[in-house]
């Protein structure tokens, strides 16, 4: 069943924030059902708060340092959070693990994306780890996040092809057009209510026409 109303989504980054943008477009665009209603950050001065700023969104800068423990910060993100309301949270760049007080807190409503078709390179350096292991290709994930690095449930994957010249800049660059696309689009499947997990696996519910391929190299299911 689709919502009534926009999706309100708080948007974690920790640095430049082109996902962010990508998912700021596409709301503006009026191709999302889904506003970002405030943009965190554990560091001061990322372009993703800019970002934030230049399109009248509630940026705000959460200093880690002045939290005891891990928890305690999350639960200063979890108040932030909630009182801006949010539905929906999405990482963009968020380089912190987040705590099982707050996957808890939001479970099956943390998405984030990660540049490698997960469960292959999972953590960091992704592009790197494609490159050293030869594959022929890659692509991106977004996922709903668990107390795991990068192991939660699939939405949605995209695919591209790795080229036997390309550096680890190149690699990311292919694979960041498709970040731009399909994250946007896994939001719009949530607003529209089309998600279910049942255990590791998320199905959506529609059309034969939602699996099949986009221009390109396309989306893999759904």
Known sequence: MARSGRLRVGVLASG??????????????GKLEAVIV????????????????????PGLFVDPKSHATREAFDTALIAAL???QVELVCLAGYMRV?????INHFRHRVMNIHPALLPSFPGLHAQR???RHGVKFSGCTVHFADEGVDTGPIIIQAVVPVFDDDSEETLAARI????????????????????RVRGRHVTCRGS?????????WGYMHP
Do not use: C
């Open 176 to 195: 960041l057009t498709y970040e731009h696309q399909i994250y946007p689009r896994a939001i719009q499947l949530y607003a529209e209510g089309r998600l």
């Open 16 to 29: 430049r924030g082109s996902n962010l943008q990508a998912i700021i477009d596409a709301s503006e665009a």
């Open 208 to 216: 034969e026409a939602d699996r099949a391929p986009r221009e390109g």
């Open 98 to 102: 987040l705590t099982a007080a707050f």
């Open 38 to 57: 405030v943009v965190l950050s554990d560091k001061p001065d990322v372009y993703a708060l800019e970002r934030a700023r230049r399109h009248a969104i």
């Open 82 to 84: 909630t009182e801006h």
């Open 129 to 131: 780890q494609a490159l």
